[in-house]
């Protein structure tokens, strides 16, 4: 009975415990959100169209204005290895975007360019790919991965 008794105080000190901490926890600010910085000056307002950002979290990727085209076409459609079919758009610069895991040249879309994973540097979603020559770097950023956002909205 007594060791019951103690046991059972020793819970009730450990319900408690915890409560405090869970207190705490709550208690602490919000880490605050990533701002997007945009640097000032660096072009003109109109030379940077749209944003293009991230559809899963909204987060800067790039800008409409950094859209070029490969092979004469901005976009293009591939099917990779496993028989799944991508539209890709092809972006200059993607500043938002995070390269990861090896550079490879298999199944290559673009012959001559290496190709790595590029994932949202914000949400990690799987973004596209940066193809990378020794002259020349681009992204292919899935279509439907990638949404435009109005400068005021
Ligand atoms: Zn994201």
Known sequence: MHSFETARMAASKLISNRRRELHW??????????AV????????????????ACAR???YVTTSAARIAMDGRHEHRFVNPHGLLFRIGCFSAAAGCLPVGE???FWSWFPGFA???????SCGEHLGWL????????????IEKIIELDEDG
Do not use: M, Y
């Open 25 to 34: 926890l709550k208690a602490r600010p919000a880490a605050p959100a990533q």
């Open 57 to 59: 979290c909204e987060s």
């Open 103 to 105: 550079i490879s040249t």
């Open 131 to 142: 193809f990378s020559n020794p002259s020349n770097t681009f992204h292919g950023l899935i």
């Open 37 to 52: 910085e945009r640097t000032p000056g660096e072009s003109p307002v109109e030379d940077l169209g749209k944003i293009v």
């Open 115 to 121: 190709w790595q994973v590029d994932l949202c540097g």
